[in-house]
């Protein structure tokens, strides 16, 4: 049964960090690029960054470089978002997701809310 299990979300004060966690099971987790997704009430889901299989390239939009950056260890089956310097704009439920040609996985979410 394929899972990918988010943590780490949370109220954190603008300017904070926090460090996100997806971890996965019931795949092989080493072949499929991983990616963090994130919809904020009202708007669409947006890419916030993306890894490849093997963790030596990413992919963040430049909105968020510099803030936002994306690690794995296949080892463990676990993809991390670590994110500084916080905005109440970067409030959202966020998701991973993971990818292999045409087969897709996603997270059920974990709640990120920005706010003094």
């Known amino acids: 049964q394929v899972q990918l299990v988010e943590s780490g979300g949370g109220l954190v004060q603008p300017g904070g960090s926090l460090r996100l966690s997806c971890a996965a099971s019931?795949?092989?987790?080493?072949?499929?690029?991983m990616s963090w997704y994130r919809q904020a009430p009202g708007k669409e889901r947006e890419l916030v960054a993306s890894?490849?299989?093997?963790?030596?390239?990413?992919n963040v939009p430049d909105s968020m470089k510099g803030r936002f950056t994306i690690s794995r260890d296949n080892a463990k089956n676990t993809v991390f978002l670590q994110m500084n310097s916080l905005k109440p704009e970067d409030t959202a439920v966020y998701y991973c997701?993971?990818?292999?040609?045409?087969?897709?996985?996603w997270g059920q979410g974990t709640l990120v809310t920005v706010s003094s």
């Open positions: 997701k993971a990818k292999r040609n045409t087969m897709e996985y």
């Open positions: 019931g795949f092989t987790f080493s072949t499929y690029i």
């Open positions: 890894i490849s299989i093997t963790g030596g390239s990413t």
